[in-house]
């Protein structure tokens, strides 16, 4: 293949970076494209770090996971409170919180960059419809919690939402076509996370288009440098916030701006915190939240040691039990300081599905992993927190991920995580909800954040005598 030739010595210069670095198949059709096309090339290229992606392959290569000479051990956990001197710190650690909610301090940020690939559907995953008896998308449901929960405090929390190249304008669309489902537009800061390019098994980058290399986004660890890129920790920092509230946009049960977490993070002067549950077994597969040397870490799955995923207490119970819910608070300073100490995370790589251009030029989708795509995980930040709060909480009233199409986290296990715990706030309220014997509620209910947002709002709402008859709807209107 002739290697292109351009008259701008700038893109010359990066033909020739491509070409250098073991990459100069991607012009394979470069003589039959258009400027247009050519551009559209030169342009992706002028943003890879080829030798960032070359030390990755090769550490994919030597496949050596590096593991740790330190010694891993269980990280300081708030427990749920249980003796009177828990509750009590526990209700100092709520007024705490809702004093800096009721300052202005907190935003709320959503990251909604992925690409729901195990759902399978092409929109973004903020727009699927979740809630039981309304329909209501997860953006809405989200939305209200905002919502109530600023209304409760005569404030404003702003909407953050990162977004990725491929859903960016249909997520925009959405809100808008939704009227922002009654936020303050002004309070939607909507911005892209960065994308990564995949390599195939012998370290190519890969084309999808004749004029265009395979990308996905660089995980949700990219935030805290597209926070920064994109402006909207400068916006924060206007507005006088402090603390982000972080979530992932599939978690249906996430207690927005819990204001327990937030209290235990600014109390213990933490710049990252999380939320973690007892681990269901040792071979469940989510990453633990440890302590490795002097830094708060989470190790995945996949790399904590046998020795460590069975290990056990006298009581029975896992030592190593800390399953990181992805639920997090960073304080505004702390992702300013990761930017300005160029302390870029770590990529992880992953064997992935890679669509991919065959010999006439036509795009294969293939059955089998054929390459390498490589995301940072926000929990990878923990570790460069100066001091950070770990907090444990009820899993069942948190945590409700969306994850794939049908079984084991899905739109069917997280509709009934929603209705078990509507029924549990309805029962702590005096009613009766009639439920199988699996606990599972028998008929569709759903109680809009609008019209509770706890179990308490909720009993100061319903008339003691309150009867339950499906399907049950509690909304503002
Ligand atoms: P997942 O890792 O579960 O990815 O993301 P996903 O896109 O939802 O689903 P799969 O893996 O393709 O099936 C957890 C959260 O992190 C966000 C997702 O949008 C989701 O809220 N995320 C993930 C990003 O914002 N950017 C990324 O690059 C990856």
Redesign the pocket.
């Known amino acids: 293949m002739r290697e292109p030739k351009h008259p701008d010595p700038e893109k010359q210069k990066i033909i020739e970076e491509a070409v250098r670095s073991g990459q100069g198949h991607v012009f394979r059709w470069w003589h039959e494209m258009g400027e247009q096309g050519k551009e559209r090339l030169l342009k992706q290229l002028q943003a890879i770090a080829f030798r960032e992606l070359g030390e990755l392959y090769n550490q994919w290569k030597g496949a050596a996971t590096p593991v740790s000479e330190q010694k891993i051990e269980p990280a300081e956990i708030i427990s749920i409170p249980k003796t009177q001197e828990e509750i009590s710190k526990a209700q100092r650690a709520v007024h705490r919180g809702e004093e800096a909610i009721r300052a202005g301090k907190i935003a709320a940020f959503v990251?909604?960059?992925?690409?729901?690939?195990?759902?399978g559907i092409e929109a973004p995953?903020g727009t699927l419809k979740i809630t039981p008896v309304r329909e209501k998308t997860i953006f809405e449901h989200h939305s209200e919690k905002i919502l109530a929960l600023s209304a409760r405090h005569k404030t404003r929390i702003p909407l953050y939402v990162?977004t990725?190249e491929t859903n960016d304008g249909a997520t925009r669309e959405f809100f808008e076509l939704n009227r922002y489902f009654g936020l303050d537009p002004s309070d939607v800061f909507v911005f892209k996370?960065e994308m990564m390019p995949a390599l195939d098994f012998k370290g190519k980058l890969v084309l999808d288009a004749k004029d265009h290399i395979f990308t996905s986004?660089?995980?949700?660890g990219?935030s805290i440098t597209s926070l920064k890129r994109a402006g909207a920790l400068a916006d924060m920092q206007a507005r006088g916030i402090e603390y982000i509230f972080y979530f992932?946009?599939?978690n249906v049960l996430i207690k927005m701006a819990d204001p327990l977490f937030l209290g235990h993070h600014i109390e213990r002067g933490a710049e990252m915190s999380a939320k973690v549950a007892p681990k269901r077994d040792p071979e469940e597969k989510v990453g633990v939240v440890c302590r490795v040397g002097n830094a708060t870490t989470v190790i995945e799955y996949s790399d904590l040691p046998d020795d460590y995923k069975y290990a056990r207490n006298p009581d029975g119970s896992l030592t190593f039990s800390a399953g990181n819910l992805?639920i997090h608070v960073l304080s505004v300073d702390f992702v300013e300081r990761l930017n300005t100490e160029k302390h870029s995370l770590p990529f992880h790589i992953a064997e992935k599905i890679i669509p991919f251009l065959d010999d006439n030029g036509s795009l294969v989708k293939p059955k089998k992993k054929n390459g390498l795509k490589f995301?940072k995980f926000v929990f990878d930040a923990l570790s460069r927190a100066r001091a950070t709060s770990i907090l444990e909480v009820d899993r069942d009233e948190e945590f409700a991920p969306i994850?794939n199409e049908t079984g084991e986290d899905s739109p069917d296990t997280a509709r009934d995580l929603m209705m078990r715990l509507s029924a549990k706030w309805l029962e702590k309220a005096g009613a009766r909800v009639p439920r199988d014997s699996n606990g599972r509620v028998k008929g569709m209910l759903e109680i809009s954040p609008l019209f509770a947002l706890d179990a308490a709002m909720l009993k100061a709402k319903l008339p003691a005598d309150f009867e339950v008859r499906f399907p049950l709807y509690l909304g503002p209107e």
């Open positions: 990251v909604a960059g992925g690409q729901a690939t195990r759902l995953k990162m990725s996370q986004p660089n995980g949700h990219g992932q946009v599939d992805a995301e994850k």
